[in-house]
């Protein structure tokens, strides 16, 4: 009825994201580029690039008929692909501040192998 009123996905603080990841309410999905997904990420995302993304790939198989909620370095990224999966009928958030925010609150990154990470 009148197309401006209507909001995009919500957003969550890394805080909200974490408990609704973890607990397995939702998937984590990362959309930053691959060099900066190797270079520190959240323990249990998955990884999409918003490039592919907005490409046509699918989502990764783990989550498909699942709440996502997108993440990539400051919040940017993240909510242009929270839209986009809106429009294809996902359940999808985004989180405030991205992995920066993430990071600044103390909650895990880890690098490649497992070790500690750091936000590129």
Request: some cysteine; proline content about 8%.
């Amino acid at each position: 009825m009148f197309p401006f009123l209507r909001r995009g996905p919500g957003r969550l603080t890394p805080r909200q994201a974490r408990q609704r990841t973890s607990g397995g309410e939702a998937v984590l999905l990362d959309v930053r580029e691959t060099p900066e997904w190797q270079a520190g990420h959240a323990p249990d995302a998955l990884h999409l690039p918003l490039s592919r993304l907005m490409a046509g790939a699918p989502l990764p198989a783990g989550a498909r008929d699942r709440p996502v909620v997108t993440i990539c370095r400051s919040g940017n990224r993240s909510r242009q692909a929270a839209k986009l999966l809106a429009g294809r009928d996902v359940d999808a958030t985004d989180v405030s501040g991205g992995m920066t925010a993430w990071a600044r609150q103390g909650l895990p990154v880890i690098g490649g192998g497992g070790s500690s990470g750091v936000i590129a």
